[in-house]
């Protein structure tokens, strides 16, 4: 085994924090997996690794050595590929992440194009509204929508998120049209709770440059997007959503936008990928891809 299979081998391990895990993703035996990493020891002399039966961390010397192999390990593939590429475009798996309907409804149906144009790419596309880590997921980028924590990641900003107000028109026909959240104590409102927290969301809006919320009173509570649509077209309540999650109910009448001028803040989407990576050419013509693709069919 060369040095630089050496350096991949231990990057994995010390990304993943697992032997077992590395193993798995780069699809070798554990056994040969400890034993690379021992080898890897030997030959610069020092101990890299900290092992305990639950879990591995890098020691100080393996910090530095780990900045190190980063670098030069995608410096390496880059220069592997860079003349097959030229030949014949961009090649090799990329692991992505995306929000649940976003992937559903936008990016998945969407891929046979990006796939015809680019054949030497294959995609692992994740689907989920959960928090990952990207680096010991060995996830290539994520979509990510809202305020960002702070991270070493790079963020790649694609735009703001519009919301609107919508209900069904037998909803309306029952109850009326409310014209300003102060409105929202004659109205019912299809609760949402936090998938991750339960919390209970206010209802938001913007007015006079100002974000203000309110509680609201509803006699259902749902925790996903889905199932507050479907609430929402079953004349349960007023529900508050991302534009382009009810375009095609607002287009077929199923829903009606209300309240136009009291919607909530829109919310930040970007593309963020490790810091620590050099961005391939792969990744590259992806993110081209994803970006054009939100801002064209999400994003108005």
Known sequence: MDRIDLFRIFLRVADCGSFTRAADMLGLPRSSVSAAVQALEERVGARLLHRTTRSVSLTQEGHVLHARCAALVAEVEETEALFRQQREGPQGRLAVDVPGRLGRLVIAPALPGFLARHPGIDLMLGVTDRAIDLVQDGVDCVLRVGTLADSDMIARPIGELRFINVASPDYLARF?????????????????????TGRVEDWEWVEDGMVHSRPATGRITVNSAEASIACCRAGLGLIQIPAYDVRADIAAGRLVEVMPDHAAAPMPIALLYPHRRQMTQRLRVFADWLVDLIRREVLD
Do not use: E, I, K, T
Not at 176 to 196: F, K, T
């Open 176 to 196: 009326g049209r409310p014209a300003h959240p102060a409105d929202l104590d004659r109205h019912q409102v299809v609760q949402y709770a936090s998938p991750s």
